[in-house]
T-cell receptor, first 111, second 114 residues
Framework: GENVEQHPSTLSVQEGDSAVIKCTYS??????FPWYKQELGKRPQLIID?????GEKKDQRIAVTLNKTAKHFSLHITETQPEDSAVYFC??????????FGKGTRLSVIA | SAVISQKPSRDICQRGTSLTIQCQVD?????MFWYRQQPGQSLTLIAT?????????ESGFVIDKFPISRPNLTFSTLTVSNMSPEDSSIYLC???????????FGPGTRLTVL
């Protein structure tokens, strides 16, 4: 089955800097890659996703890139703000199974 | 996206008892899932709740411990049976549309077992 690895597990950045979180997946049949943001005590929220027919997708300060050949995808957050502090999860979908999640990255944005 | 509610939002239970968690969606959804999230950990899939048939359990989870019902396309329940302190966790309902793959989460049920 699918296996998703996520790095780093923790990330601290200064406010205004960029943050990058990377994930790799094992199943070449995977075709959908969402990212979730989970603030303390709240549910995971879908913030951006990418499908295997595109290489990059942007939504304001966040972007996701996908390299199908290397089987990795990344989340990029620019001009980070304190409210970006949260745990971020990547996930992969490969056909008939539910999403498989990475272990999460705790992002701290230091004002 | 669908509006998902869960009851209860939190509970404190005694060892050996059972708790049933409800998940209600405001529209019909194809897929419903139950996840567990232990403190500081990622999301672990317990099972897929199938409408009109038995749930599909992931490795390490069994029906006797986590019976699931899904009587229709908007509602599901997860029971945590014969609880022990190791069952203390957040339990999340998730719904998806098999066609577009997106999954959304309910607010979760925070369970503490004493």
């Amino acid at each position: 089955g699918e296996n998703v690895e996520q790095h780093p597990s923790t990330l601290s950045v200064q406010e205004g800097d960029s943050a990058v979180i990377k994930c790799t997946y094992s199943d070449s049949a995977s075709n959908y890659f969402p990212w979730y943001k989970q603030e303390l005590g709240k549910r995971p929220q879908l913030i951006i996703d990418i499908r295997s027919n595109v290489g990059e997708k942007k939504d304001q300060r966040i972007a996701v890139t996908l390299n199908k050949t290397a089987k990795h995808f990344s989340l990029h957050i620019t001009e980070t703000q304190p409210e970006d502090s949260a745990v971020y999860f990547c996930a992969a979908y490969s056909g008939n199974t539910p999403l498989v999640f990475g272990k999460g990255t705790r992002l701290s944005v230091i004002a | 996206s669908a509006v998902i509610s869960q009851k209860p939002s939190r509970d404190i239970c005694q060892r050996g008892t059972s708790l049933t968690i409800q998940c209600q969606v405001d529209s019909q959804v194809t897929m419903m899932f139950w996840y567990r999230q232990q403190p500081g950990q990622s999301l672990t899939l317990i099972a897929t709740a199938n409408q009109g048939s038995e749930a599909t359990y992931e490795s390490g989870f069994v029906i006797d411990k986590f019976p699931i019902s899904r009587p229709n396309l908007t509602f599901s329940t997860l029971t945590v049976s014969n609880m022990s302190p190791e069952d203390s966790s957040i339990y999340l309902c998730s719904v998806g549309d098999g066609g577009v793959n997106e999954q959304f989460f309910g607010p979760g049920t925070r369970l503490t077992v004493l």
